[in-house]
């Protein structure tokens, strides 16, 4: 199932303010008041030329499932809402990869309601980790693990380089002086023998 986020347009005001004031939606939120449509489209329309306010639709052809939005407080907050219909089929963690891809350079966070065991089972599922514990709220943050992974690579490719210029110079040290070579060569296997019965003892 390929979804899309759209960015949001005036025309979507409604949608948004019913999937907010959805009961599950309002008891997870920051503030568990009913939205009033008034004060809802006055927000809404100051809202969506923000840079501090990124708004999207997460569709499937024109079906709307649901919203994800980004808003910068002190932090890059995310938060997302799925219609009920369409809980539990993993829509939101396809929108908020799709979120990530799209805002790479964003340090993204979620603030997420202690009480909300689903809220963050889903963050933790899409390998984010609790950084703040405050007095209602989680802070999480997305782990560094692609980060981990590209500087792992780099090693291996700088490695790869290295075992070549390791053989050159055994080459360079049996031309000119393989006697002396073959001691130092004797050294280094005895050493890494003892390195591995070393090993053998941390099973």
């Known amino acids: 199932m390929r979804i899309k986020l759209i960015k949001a347009k005036i025309s979507d005001r409604n949608f948004l303010l019913n999937l907010r004031n959805d009961k599950d939606s309002r008891e997870n939120s920051g503030n568990t008041e009913l939205i ?3 004060d809802h489209d006055k ?3 100051d809202q969506l030329d923000k840079n501090e306010h990124k708004i999207f639709i997460i569709k499937i052809y024109k079906k709307k499932l649901g919203y994800i939005r980004l808003q910068k407080k002190l932090k890059w907050e995310v938060s997302i809402a799925i219609l009920k219909k369409y809980r539990n089929k993993k829509i939101g963690k396809k929108a908020l990869l ?11 966070f979620a603030k997420v309601n202690k009480l909300n065991t689903k809220s963050i089972n889903f963050f933790l599922s899409c390998d984010y980790c609790i950084i703040k514990n405050l007095k209602n709220f989680y802070i999480m943050k997305k782990k560094n693990k692609n980060n981990h992974i590209k500087i792992i690579e780099n090693i291996s490719k700088i490695r790869s380089k290295n075992n070549s210029n390791w053989m050159q110079l055994l080459k360079i040290a049996f031309k000119y002086s393989p006697t002396e070579a073959s001691k130092v060569m004797k050294n280094i296997y005895y ?3 003892k390195i591995s019965e070393l090993v053998k003892k941390l099973k």
């Open 43 to 45: 927000w809404f329309s």
């Open 98 to 108: 799709n979120l990530e891809k799209k805002f790479q350079k964003i340090k993204i």
């Open 36 to 38: 009033g449509k008034q």
């Open 191 to 193: 050493h890494d023998k």
